[in-house]
């Protein structure tokens, strides 16, 4: 595969691997290990986690799962057929001897659990965020490399279709030097999961330093690492909580609104969690000196914004035409897409597992860097403590 174009993708990588679908040993014809999984945390997420890694039996096999509550776990081990199922993590490592450890447990409960993982000899799938601040991720990171094991963390939607498009973009020098991002990521708590939080003072949510944020904004960090090379760009964080009294206690006081800005040596950043604007979007705008991009993980198109090119009222006429032809050349992709079979849910997780897998395997790169994950974890710890010291005055 060629590596030599300009643009390298956030961990170093020509972005010609981020889209190729087959992994290096399937390339090679070599045959592969099949690596023997375990999942711990039988919540809504572990759903898409063992079905992505039922969707590759060349790579991996899941041997047992587990949940403090049996019942779930039983749950689980039934809807996928899977044999092991325990309410005792320890026992499940030392029965099952599995090679990789799937992490889906609330984030107070991470650091313990993949020290577990790693002393059993296994490497660490972790969803995020990775651990509640920096001192704590950082001495993850290097348990596992002390330990020779490989670690990662669930940041699904960089490896997400529209991502890999986007990259394709900047590759292509279509884009140009990127100058500004925003990074958007919209969130309902009116649905099941935002309403328990709401109702609940003891939710392990609202145990975190930065409660409904720190569970969410990995989404919006993640997106700014390939574009800001900086370790501390300066950074601004403005939060408040724009919902009404409903219960008149410490229940109402969660804020539920946050605004972001970076700045950094040749690129500045906005990052938006909003709990109210509707529809809930999700999406990046890349504005580079050449064209802008704009990138919907949720409809999964990406899209370039058009400029005048004629002079007058005709130039400002026939770029929302170009408009609309990008919107369904984007269309017919995803319909395309569709009809194999190919435009899934869980793309970005599959591919993610699947380049773990691969680079426990072959012995490819991580998919994220230790660095990157580093730096979101830095950025949250200068939030969280920006919104607290603001919250104290």
């Known amino acids: 595969m060629s590596s030599d174009m300009g643009y390298r993708g956030p961990w170093g990588w020509s972005t010609s691997i981020w889209v190729a679908a087959p992994s290096v040993g399937v390339l090679s014809g070599e045959p592969i290990m099949t690596l023997k999984v375990a999942l711990v945390g039988c919540g809504k997420i572990a759903d898409g986690h063992v079905e992505e890694i039922q969707k590759m039996p060349e790579r991996a096999r899941i041997v047992g799962v587990c ?33 990789v450890v799937h992490i889906t447990t609330p984030p107070e409960s991470h650091l313990l659990l993949a020290r577990m993982a790693i002393d059993a000899g296994c490497h660490v799938f972790v969803e ?57 990521f919209g969130y309902s708590l009116t649905g099941p999961f935002g309403t328990a939080i ?12 930065g409660q409904l944020f720190q569970n969410n904004i990995d989404h919006l960090l993640n997106k700014l690492v390939e574009f800001m090379d900086d370790e501390d ?27 972001l800005t970076f700045v950094g040596k040749r690129t500045s950043a906005h990052g938006t969690f909003t709990s109210h604007a509707r529809p809930a ?14 990138v919907d993980y949720v409809s999964r198109t990406v899209t370039l914004e058009p ?70 974890s830095r ?14 005055r």
């Open 379 to 392: 950025w949250m710890d200068r939030i969280f403590a920006q919104i607290a010291e603001r919250g104290r």
């Open 198 to 209: 709401l109702a609940d003072m003891d939710h392990w949510v609202r145990k975190m330093p």
């Open 307 to 376: 400029g005048p090119t004629l002079p007058s009222a005709i130039g400002r006429l026939v770029p929302a035409f170009g408009q609309a032809w990008s919107f369904l050349e984007e269309a017919g992709r995803n319909s395309a897409a569709f009809a194999r079979g190919d435009f899934q849910f869980f793309s970005g997780l599959n591919r993610l597992i699947a380049m773990f897998y691969d680079s426990i395997i072959d012995g490819t790169p991580l998919p994220i860097s230790t660095r990157d994950i580093l730096r979101v």
């Open 67 to 99: 949940d403090r509550e049996f019942l779930m776990a039983e749950q689980l081990a039934t809807r996928y057929g899977i044999l092991g199922k325990y309410d005792d993590y320890g026992r499940m490592l030392e029965k099952e001897h599995p090679d």
């Open 128 to 184: 995020k965020p990775l651990a509640l601040n920096l001192r704590d991720a950082e001495a993850l990171l290097a348990y596992a490399t002390d330990a020779g094991k490989k670690l990662t963390i669930g940041y699904t939607y960089l490896f997400d279709p529209p991502a890999l498009r986007m990259r394709e973009l900047l590759v292509s020098g279509i884009i140009g030097e990127v100058v500004h991002v925003d990074s958007w």
């Open 281 to 294: 979007a999700h999406f990046v705008r890349v504005y580079g000196d050449k064209n802008i991009a704009h």
């Open 233 to 259: 760009p300066e950074i601004q964080a403005t939060a408040w909580r724009r919902r009404t009294n409903a219960r008149d206690d410490v229940r109402d006081e969660m804020p539920d609104e946050l605004r």
